[in-house]
């Protein structure tokens, strides 16, 4: 436990760390509209689990009500019934196809930029801090920070710098963040989007599950300062980005469910009563075997902290992907 391993690289980008207070965006923005993202309506005549968008990850000390989406028992049964449903009708169109599913995937990476203007402040980060996220996701999701390889890779495609005051923050849930995706969104299923700027409610960001059918709000939603080098402290190194794509790639939280039930669906995570935060020792909530997985990145620690995915949660993501997002 503590601090992973092989991080030198991280290190040494996590420069240029300020105090920016972890309850900024939360006094900054204001009201925040009732996350209204649970609204989804039944796509093309089959019935779509609930558009949520995976739980934020939140800094340590915002208000945990600010999670716009925390998913109850039931909206999980409905993805994991779906996820059965997505799986059959894939398999079916495979034999028919003749085609093998995929055992390793190059995820082409969109990057949108909302800026307010073209200051620092105002979301104008460099683009060395993307390559840099990038080459996060990449150590991240090859296993080389610790625990499992899983077989995703990520590729950057593109940046697009948008400079739209109205999109700035990025308000969970709000008609502008629907408005700001159906604008900028790009690709198929299999092309991450990703959309950096400031966020409403002291928020690192979030993500939405994938889904069968396309859909415009697909992508994932990241604190641009949540970048390596970027200035939110504790969480600096890239890892919000790591977390919210594990989202996008169909894991839950590790607490999900807490101590009871499936929990998060795999098996090889311990269970977790609740999120932990910063990077506590020796962490047991649940009588089951095994200390909570604070190492593992659909945590809620530090940058510092997580720096794991298990082979299980690299299983889930790659069915998920053949399931959802492969051609
Ligand atoms: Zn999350």
Known sequence: MGLRPNLLTRRTAGVASTTLALLLSTAAVGVVPAASAFSAAPVGGCVEPADVHSDARVKAGAHAKHEPNELTAAQVREREADLAAAQAERARFRAGAGVAPLATVTIPVVVHVIQRDSTRAGGNIPDSMITQQISVLNQAYSGATGGAPTAFSFQLQKINRVTNPSWYPIISGSS????????????????????????????????????????????????????????????????????????????????????????????????????????????????????????????????????????????????????????
């Not at 790009?186 to 409610?201: A, R």
């Not at 960001?205 to 300062?225: C, H, N």
């Not at 919210?244 to 795999?266: A, M, R």
């Open 176 to 327: 502008a963040e629907r408005s700001m995706k159906t604008t900028l969104r790009e690709g198929g299923k299999n092309t991450l989007n990703m959309y950096l700027g400031e966020l409403s409610d002291g928020l690192l960001g979030w993500a939405t599950f994938p889904k069968r059918k396309l859909d415009s709000m697909d992508g994932v939603v990241v604190l641009s300062e949540s970048l390596p080098g970027g200035t939110a402290t504790n969480y600096n190194q890239g890892d919000t980005g790591t977390h919210e794509i594990g989202h996008w790639l169909n894991l839950y939280h590790t607490f999900q469910g807490g101590c009871s039930g499936s929990g998060d669906s795999v098996d090889d995570t311990a269970a977790e009563a609740s999120p932990a935060y910063q990077c506590p020792t020796g962490r047991d909530t649940c009588t089951a075997p095994g200390l909570d997985p604070i190492t593992n990145f659909m945590d809620y620690t530090y940058d510092s902290c997580m720096y794991q995915f298990t082979s299980g949660q690299a299983s889930r993501m790659l069915t998920a992907w053949n399931a959802y997002r492969a051609a």
